[in-house]
């Protein structure tokens, strides 16, 4: 896996291996960007908060896939999530995850 997709998650079969494990959904873009449309069941916490709502991601007991608008937050977000114990990956930008959801 090349450095490009390792920090930005590219990968559409880890996407897709992740949802077969039962994956959520983490959008982890702003409160505006969220109300302005997000991927349907998507839990939403932006990224600035997700230190402190760690223990909300270890009780759904579920891998996580992150994404933001970008991939940026989103490769932070699952970093955050990686440190704490969680089973995460970057999903990447909306757009491109919801291509892979599709």
């Known amino acids: 896996m090349g450095i490009f997709n390792a920090l930005f998650g590219k990968s559409t079969n880890n996407v897709a291996e992740y ?3 039962g994956a959520v959904i983490l959008d982890v873009r702003t409160p505006s960007e969220y109300q ?3 991927i349907k069941n998507a ?3 932006p990224v600035q908060e997700l230190g ?3 223990n909300e991601i270890k009780r759904l007991n579920k891998p996580v896939i992150a994404h933001c608008a970008s991939g ?3 490769a932070n977000a699952a970093s955050i999530l990686k440190s ?3 089973d ?3 999903g990447g930008g909306m757009a491109s995850l919801q ?3 599709a």
Do not use: Q, V
């Open 52 to 54: 402190n709502r760690i």
């Open 72 to 74: 940026m937050r989103s």
């Open 84 to 86: 704490n114990g969680i």
């Open 19 to 21: 949802l077969e494990k």
């Open 88 to 90: 995460a990956i970057n």
């Open 99 to 101: 291509r892979k959801l």
């Open 36 to 38: 302005g449309g997000h």
């Open 43 to 45: 839990i939403h916490i």
